[in-house]
C-alpha cells in the first residue's frame, strides 16, 4: 500500500500516472481510488471488505498530486468520477458498476482469486439486519423513494420552471399568486411522499410513459440529493407564493418584488434541472455531505437497490409475445372420460398475463369507481355552488359544468365497455356476478345514475326521473340479493370488505336525490324514507363488522386497503340523506362529524403508519377519491346548515383536497392506461403464494450456480450457493411431499404422483453432485472434478426447471381454484409450524435473499401474515437476524409489523 503511494505521489504529470498506473495494476488484486468523503467510496470500499477481500485503497485527499492523478485516471479509464476500481488488472467502473457484479453474481468469481482467507472475514460477511455490527441504515425521509426516474425528474424541472417565471413576469396577477400557491403545495407533497401526490410529477410519468413507445430508457437517480432539492423548492415557492398573497395594492409593492425574487431563484435552478439535468439542489447536497451535516452513507439503499431497480423495470417493460395460454383437461382417476367436474386450467405465465392488454376482455367492475368518483366530484362542485353563495363564482360555475360533462362522457365510456363485455365474454362477467367479493359491485353503475338525475336535475327534469328510478331500483333490488346471500348463502370471514358497504351508499343516494326530482312532494317523502330506512338498517349491521375486520384482520393485500375509505363514504352520504329528506340537524351533524374524524385516521394510516400507500398505483386507489368527494358533499350540506368561518374553511378545504386526489387518480390511471398496467389480468395472489415465490427463489439460485461452475475460481462461491440450495430444496419439497400435496391430492386422488417421484430422484442426484462440490474443493487439480461436475448439474438444474414450471401449470391452479382460503391458511400453518426450526430461520432468510424483486419480498412475507398475523414479530426475528440491513431495512419499513422485540419500530402485540 505505503509502496503504491509511493510510486503515484513522485509522479509529476499524466503521462507520469498513467505509466505507473499501468504497473501497479498489474501487480494490486484490487485497487480503488476514492475520496474520504465520497458517499459512493465508502460504499465501494464496504462492498469490497464484505466479500473478503484486501483493498489497496488510495485516498485523494492523502496525495499531494491528487489533481494529477484524478486526470490520469480520467484519461485512462474515460470515467469522470469517483470511485475508480480494478480488480485484478482489470478497470471494472465504479461503485454502480461494482453494485451490478455483486447483483448478478458476477464479481464472487473475479474476486476468488483476491479471496482472503480467515474467520474475521467469514464473519464479516454475515452482518444482518439485527446486526449490532452494521452501520445504520440511513434514507429518505417520510415516504420519499429511495431511487427516481431522472427523466421524470427532469421533466418536474421543466414544469417548474416554467410556472416559476410565470409568476416573476406576472407578479401582480391574483390568480399566479394562486397558481404559485399550488406549485408550493405541490412540492411539499413531492417533499413527503415523491411523485405519487404531485400533478407535476405525474405529467412527468405520463410524457416519459408516451416516450418508452419510442425506445426511451430511464436513468435511475439517488432518492436523498432529490429530497433535499424539493425541500429547496418548497422553500422558493413557500417564500414566493407569501409575499405575492401579502399585498395586492399594487404590482410594485416590496412584497411583489421580494415574492418575484424568490420564484425567479428558484425558475433558475429548475430550468438547469430541465434544461442541462444539473441539479442545484443535489450539489448543496454534496457539500453537506463533506461538511458533515447530512451521514455520508445516506446512498446506501440507493446503492444497493438500484441495480434490482432496473433489472425490474427490463422484466416489467420486456415484452415475450408468447401468445394466447393454452387449455388442459384432467380427467378424475376414477373417471377416464369426461365429466362436468374435471379438472379444467390454462397454462398462463405471469408475462402471458402482463401482456394480455384487452379493454373490453380485462373492463373489470371494479374499475367503475374511477367514473362514478368523477361524477360524485361533479356533484360536489354543483352542491358546493348552490349550497354555499359565498363560492357561486363564474369560474367555479363553469368548473362545475365542465366535470359534469367530463364525468358524463367517461361514464357512458365504461358503461359501452362493460356492456360489450357482457355480449363478448359473458363467462367473465358471470364470474363477477357469483363472486361474494364483487358482487356489490354491480350497484356501482346504478349509483352513477343517481350522479347522473343530480347533475341533470336543473336541466332536464325528464331524464334526471328516468337516471333515478332506474338507479335507485336497481341498486334496492342489488341490495336485496346481497343481503339474500348473506343469510342463505355459506359465506367466511374472508368475504367481508368494504364494498358491502356500496349498496347501503346507494340506498342513502337514492334518499338524498328522490327529493330532488319530485314532484309530488309527500308521496315521494315517504317513498325516500323506505330507502333511508333500508339503507340505516344496513348501515347499522354491515359498518360495524367490516370496521371490525379491519381493526383486526391483518389486511395483507396493500391494493384493497384503499377501499377502506367507503367507510368515510357510508356516513357522509347518510348525513346528505338525512338533509334532503329533512331529518334531525344533530343527527346530521353527528353522522358529519363521524365521517370527519374517521378521515382523520385514514390520514394516519398514510404516515406515520404507512398503512396507505404501499405499491403502485392500482384502481382501487379511487377508493380515495370516493370517500374525499362524500365527505365534501356533507362539508357543504354542513356549511348550510351553520353558515360560520369555520364550516367556510371546512368545506374549502374538503373541496380542495377531494379535487386535488381526483386530478392526481385521473393523471396515474392515464399513466397505469399508457403503460398498459390496467385492462390486464389481476396479479392474483393468497396465503398459498409462497410455493409459487420459493419457486421463482430457485430461479434465481440456478443461473447463480451455473456460472459458479463454470471456472475453477468459482468454487468456493459454488460451495456456498449449493449448500443454500440443498436446504431450500430440503425445506420445499418437504412442504409439498407432506402438506400440500396431500392436500390437493383430496381434490384429485394421485394428482402429485409424479412430482413426489421427482423429488425421491433429486435427492439422490443432489448427494452425488453435493460429493462432487465437497471434492472439488479439496482436489488439486480441480480440473479432473470440474467437467464431470458441470454436466451432472446442467442435467439437474435443466429437470429442476421443468419440475417447477410443470409444478406451477398442473398443481397451482388446483390450490387457487378449488382450495378455500381458509384451507390456504391452514397449509401454510402447518408449514411453518411443523418445519424443524432450525431450517425455518435458514429457509425464510434464503427465499427473500433470492427474490429479484422487492415487490416479490414484501408479498413472500406478507402470505405469511395472512395466514398467522400472531407469528409476524417471529417471522421478523428470522429475517432480521439472516438478511442484509438495507433489505431488512426495506421491509420493515413497508410491513412494521415485522420488528422484532429489542429493534426500532417494535410495538407490543400480545
Request: hydrophobic share 45%; with cysteine.
Amino acid at each position: 500500500m505505503d509502496s503504491i503511494k509511493e510510486s503515484l505521489s513522485v509522479c509529476k504529470s499524466t503521462e507520469d500516472v498513467v505509466g505507473a498506473l499501468e504497473i501497479i495494476v498489474k501487480d494490486t488484486k484490487v485497487l480503488m481510488f476514492g475520496k474520504e468523503s465520497c458517499p459512493f467510496c465508502i460504499e465501494a470500499n464496504s462492498t469490497l471488505l464484505a466479500q473478503g477481500v484486501r483493498v489497496s485503497y488510495i485516498k485523494m485527499g492523502e496525495m499531494s498530486n491528487s489533481n494529477i492523478i484524478h486526470g490520469a485516471l480520467k484519461e485512462h479509464t474515460k470515467q469522470k468520477t469517483f470511485p475508480y476500481i480494478y480488480i485484478t488488472g482489470a478497470f471494472i467502473g465504479g461503485c454502480n458498476e461494482l453494485k451490478s457484479l455483486e447483483q448478478s453474481q458476477a464479481l464472487d468469481s473475479m474476486l476468488a482469486s483476491a479471496m482472503e482467507v480467515g474467520a474475521n472475514i467469514q464473519e464479516s460477511r454475515l452482518i444482518t439486519g439485527a446486526d449490532v455490527r452494521a452501520t445504520p441504515v440511513v434514507s429518505t425521509l417520510f415516504n420519499f423513494p429511495d431511487t427516481l426516474d431522472n427523466r421524470v425528474i427532469r421533466m418536474n424541472g421543466l414544469q417548474g420552471f416554467a410556472v416559476a417565471l410565470l409568476g416573476a413576469v406576472f407578479k401582480g396577477s391574483k390568480t399566479m399568486h394562486w397558481i404559485v400557491l399550488f406549485l408550493f403545495v405541490d412540492f411539499t407533497l413531492r417533499f413527503l411522499g415523491g411523485g405519487g401526490m404531485s400533478p407535476i410529477a405525474l405529467n412527468g410519468q405520463i410524457v416519459t410513459g408516451v416516450m418508452e413507445y419510442f425506445g426511451s430508457k430511464p436513468k435511475f437517480s439517488p432518492g436523498p440529493p432529490k429530497q433535499f432539492a424539493s425541500f429547496c423548492g418548497m422553500m422558493f415557492s413557500g417564500l414566493g407564493a407569501l409575499f405575492l398573497l401579502l399585498d395586492h395594492s399594487s404590482d410594485d409593492s416590496w412584497c411583489n418584488w421580494l415574492g418575484a425574487a424568490w420564484l425567479l431563484g428558484l425558475a433558475g435552478a429548475a430550468g438547469m434541472e430541465g434544461f442541462l439535468d444539473f441539479c442545484v439542489g443535489c450539489l448543496f447536497f454534496g457539500w453537506g455531505i463533506r461538511l458533515g451535516i447530512f451521514p455520508p452513507h445516506v446512498y446506501t439503499v440507493h446503492l444497493n437497490t438500484k441495480a434490482e431497480t432496473e433489472n425490474t423495470w427490463n422484466v416489467m417493460n420486456t415484452r415475450l409475445n408468447e401468445g394466447p395460454p393454452k387449455f388442459h383437461r384432467v380427467h378424475q382417476k376414477s373417471h377416464p372420460e369426461d365429466t362436468l367436474v374435471d379438472r379444467l386450467y390454462k397454462e398462463k405465465t405471469e408475462e402471458q398475463s402482463r401482456e394480455d392488454f384487452h379493454l373490453v376482455k380485462h373492463c373489470k367492475l371494479m374499475y367503475s369507481i374511477c367514473p362514478l368518483v368523477l361524477l360524485a366530484l361533479a356533484v360536489v362542485w354543483k352542491s358546493v355552488r348552490d349550497l354555499n353563495p359565498f363560492l357561486n363564482t363564474k369560474c367555479l360555475r363553469l368548473t362545475a359544468d365542465v366535470l359534469a360533462i367530463l364525468a358524463i362522457v367517461v361514464y357512458c365510456m365504461f358503461i359501452a365497455l362493460w356492456m360489450a363485455r357482457v355480449f363478448m365474454f359473458p363467462k367473465k362477467c358471470w364470474k363477477e356476478w357469483t363472486c361474494p367479493v364483487m358482487f356489490q359491485l354491480h350497484c356501482v353503475p346504478a349509483i352513477g345514475l343517481l350522479f347522473i338525475a343530480m347533475l341533470a336535475e336543473p336541466h332536464t327534469e325528464v331524464l334526471a326521473r328516468v337516471c333515478f328510478w332506474i338507479g335507485a331500483v336497481s341498486n334496492l333490488v342489488i341490495s336485496v340479493m346481497m343481503l339474500g346471500r348473506w343469510v342463505f348463502d355459506l359465506r367466511d370471514w374472508e368475504h367481508i370488505s368494504p364494498t358491502l358497504l356500496i349498496p347501503t351508499i346507494g340506498n342513502f343516494l337514492s334518499a338524498a336525490v328522490l327529493p330532488l326530482v319530485s314532484t309530488a312532494e309527500d308521496k315521494d317523502l315517504e317513498t325516500a324514507f323506505m330507502w333511508f330506512g333500508f339503507g340505516f338498517f344496513t348501515f347499522l349491521s354491515l359498518f360495524p363488522i367490516c370496521l371490525y375486520k379491519a381493526l383486526v384482520n391483518s389486511n395483507s393485500d396493500p391494493v384493497m386497503r384503499p377501499i377502506l375509505f367507503i367507510t368515510v363514504a357510508t356516513p357522509a352520504t347518510a348525513a346528505a340523506a338525512l338533509f334532503a329528506i329533512q331529518g334531525p340537524l344533530w343527527l346530521i351533524k353527528s353522522l358529519f362529524f363521524f365521517a370527519l374524524l374517521l378521515l382523520a385516521v385514514m390520514v394516519f394510516g398514510f404516515w406515520p403508519a404507512r398503512f396507505f400507500g404501499a405499491g403502485k398505483f392500482h384502481m382501487s386507489s379511487w377508493g380515495y377519491g370516493f370517500g374525499l368527494c362524500a365527505l365534501t358533499l356533507g362539508a357543504s350540506q354542513y356549511h348550510t346548515i351553520n353558515d360560520c368561518a369555520t364550516s367556510r374553511r371546512l368545506l374549502v378545504t374538503a373541496l380542495s383536497m377531494s379535487s386535488w386526489a381526483c386530478v392526481v387518480l385521473v393523471q396515474s390511471t392515464i399513466s397505469a392506461l399508457v403503460r398498459r398496467q390496467v385492462f390486464t389480468p389481476e396479479n392474483k395472489w393468497g396465503p398459498m403464494s409462497f410455493m409459487r415465490l420459493t419457486h421463482e427463489a430457485f430461479r434465481d439460485i440456478i443461473p447463480r450456480i451455473t456460472q459458479a461452475a463454470a471456472s475453477e475460481e468459482g468454487a468456493s462461491s459454488l460451495a456456498t450457493l449449493w449448500a443454500r440450495f440443498v436446504m431450500l430444496h430440503d425445506a420445499h419439497s418437504w412442504h409439498e411431499d407432506t402438506i400440500i400435496f396431500p392436500t390437493a391430492a383430496r381434490y384429485f386422488p394421485g394428482v402429485a404422483d409424479v412430482y413426489n417421484e421427482e423429488h425421491a430422484g433429486g435427492h439422490n442426484t443432489i448427494a452425488e453432485i453435493t460429493g462432487l462440490v465437497t471434492e472439488l474443493n479439496q482436489a488439486h487439480p480441480k480440473l479432473q472434478v470440474l467437467p464431470h461436475l458441470k454436466t451432472l448439474l446442467h442435467g439437474f438444474l435443466k429437470s429442476m426447471e421443468d419440475h417447477l414450471k410443470s409444478e406451477e401449470t398442473h398443481i397451482q391452479p388446483i390450490i387457487r381454484k378449488y382450495l378455500p382460503i381458509e384451507m390456504h391458511k391452514e397449509v401454510i400453518r402447518r408449514c411453518f409450524k411443523e418445519t424443524e426450526i432450525e431450517l425455518l430461520f435458514k429457509y425464510v432468510p434464503a427465499v427473500l435473499m433470492h427474490l429479484p424483486h422487492p415487490t416479490q419480498r414484501e408479498r413472500f412475507v406478507r402470505t405469511f401474515l395472512w395466514a398467522m398475523p400472531e407469528s409476524a414479530q417471529h417471522l421478523g426475528l428470522m429475517i432480521s437476524i439472516g438478511v442484509s440491513p438495507v433489505m431488512w431495512y426495506q421491509l420493515s419499513k413497508e410491513i412494521p409489523d415485522i420488528i422484532p422485540r429489542g429493534l426500532p419500530g417494535w410495538k407490543r402485540f400480545h
